[in-house]
Structures are given as structure tokens and as C-alpha cells.
């Protein structure tokens, strides 16, 4: 049986539908057609390839990070806000 060879790309989705899905990594090899060995090793090579998590994120990430926090917080009150205002205004449309 020939090998089949995969793109960087290809295996690159593959290992983050690993991380992002919650699917296991059998359902995830079973749909791509892979075989699981394979989206192991392509799992440890990612692994290798990650920056280390022990550098800590330099001052304009951590700044970034506060202010999308802000603005998403923000965003979260407007929205339960329209959501009132749309519940009032059929409440008061029924009548």
C-alpha cells in the first residue's frame, strides 16, 4: 500500500481540530481518514514546535489582553441591554 502524503497545512487542521473540538482524537483520525498512529505523531510534533509557556508574554500582549477584556465586558452589557429593549418593545407591540 503506497504512502500518502499530507500537507503542512492538512495536518496543522488536524491537530487543531484536536485541540478546539472536544472531540477525541480516534473521531477526529476516523473522519480525516488518517490513521490514528499518524495524528498522534503530528499531535507530539506540535507539541515540539510550540513556544515554551514558561516565557512570559511581553507588557504590549498583557496590555492588549486588559483592554479586549474591557471591551468585551462592554460589548456583553450592551447586548443584555438591546435584548431587554427588544423583549419590551414586542411585549408592548402585543398589546
Known amino acids: 500500500m ?4 499530507f500537507t503542512r497545512e492538512f495536518q496543522d487542521e488536524a491537530v487543531r481540530l484536536v ?3 472536544g472531540r477525541s482524537q ?18 507530539a510534533e506540535h507539541q515540539d514546535t510550540r513556544p515554551s509557556s514558561a516565557t512570559p508574554p511581553n507588557e ?3 496590555d492588549e489582553l486588559k483592554r479586549l477584556r474591557r471591551e468585551n465586558e462592554v ?9 431587554k429593549a427588544t423583549a419590551f418593545f414586542v411585549k408592548e407591540g402585543s398589546r
Open 60 to 62: 504590549d500582549v498583557m
Open 75 to 83: 460589548l456583553r452589557q450592551e447586548r443584555d441591554i438591546l435584548k
Open 19 to 21: 485541540l478546539t473540538s
Open 26 to 43: 480516534r473521531a477526529i483520525a476516523d473522519d480525516l481518514g488518517v490513521n490514528r498512529s499518524t495524528l498522534a505523531r503530528w499531535m
Open 2 to 5: 503506497p504512502k500518502t502524503r
